[in-house]
């Protein structure tokens, strides 16, 4: 069975960082790209960035509100996805989702997700 | 401002259909790049409802049904059920290497 499990979330003032986690389980965590999602309290979902498998280079893309600020990562052997959150602002405050990404770009599963405060 | 376009609110009554349409632009859609559809139920994560276009993963009823054509694509439930009531995303992928989503539509069952 496949499981994703955020961790990581809580009260954080703005303008410093957090580190949110996701453990994967049930799958070849390095054959499958990881995404990022959030959702604001009461709004949407929004996409805050994805990291491709290691077979397609490992790289990363980003929303353009978190660009230069976020940081992606994933560690195959412990299949585990990382989110680094640098500089947070209050807006950033949402609960955050982590999902297994398709090759057809779509997300197969999520995780419960974990909530980010970002307030002084 | 999402960039893929969907009402805010459809209804209906139990047993009725209803659609959910999803209006992107030339640099998703229209670009031939599939729609993809989740489900939120209140207080839960999303789940995937329709992939590719119109294709639905194990355990979903018949009942829902995607489509697409041009830079537009469409979810159609029919026999609406009490459980249906929840919150439904379209998505796609842009030329600009990113997910796009829809604001959501909030689908209440009469």
């Known amino acids: 069975e496949v499981q994703l499990v955020e961790s990581g979330g809580g009260l954080v003032q703005p303008g410093r960082s957090l580190r949110l986690s996701c453990t994967a389980s049930?799958?070849?965590?390095?054959?499958?790209?990881m995404s990022w999602f959030r959702q604001a309290p009461g709004k949407g979902l929004e996409w805050v960035g994805f990291?491709?498998?290691?077979?397609?280079?490992?790289?990363?893309e980003y929303a353009a509100s978190v660009k230069g600020r976020f940081t992606i990562s994933r560690d195959d052997s412990k299949s585990i996805a990382y989110l680094q959150m640098n500089s947070l602002k209050t807006e950033d405050t949402a609960v955050y989702y982590c999902t297994r990404v398709d090759g057809g770009w779509y997300s197969d599963y999520w995780g419960q997700g974990t909530l980010v405060t970002v307030s002084s | 401002q999402s960039v893929l376009t969907q009402p805010p609110s459809v209804s209906g009554a139990p047993g009725q259909r209803v659609t959910i349409s999803c209006t992107g632009s030339s640099s998703n859609i229209g670009a031939g790049y599939d729609v993809h559809w989740y489900q939120q139920l209140p207080g839960t994560a999303p789940k995937l409802l329709i992939y590719?276009?119109?294709n639905r993963p194990s355990g979903v009823p018949d009942r829902f049904s995607g489509s697409k054509s041009g830079t537009s694509a469409s979810l159609a439930i029919t026999g609406l059920q009490a459980e249906d009531e929840a919150d439904y995303y379209c998505?796609?992928?842009?030329?600009?290497?990113?997910?796009?989503f829809g604001g959501g539509t909030k689908l209440t069952v009469l």
């Open positions: 998505q796609s992928y842009d030329s600009s290497l990113s997910l796009v």
């Open positions: 990291i491709r498998s290691k077979a397609y280079g490992g790289t990363t």
């Open positions: 049930g799958f070849t965590f390095g054959d499958y790209a």
């Open positions: 590719g276009n119109s």
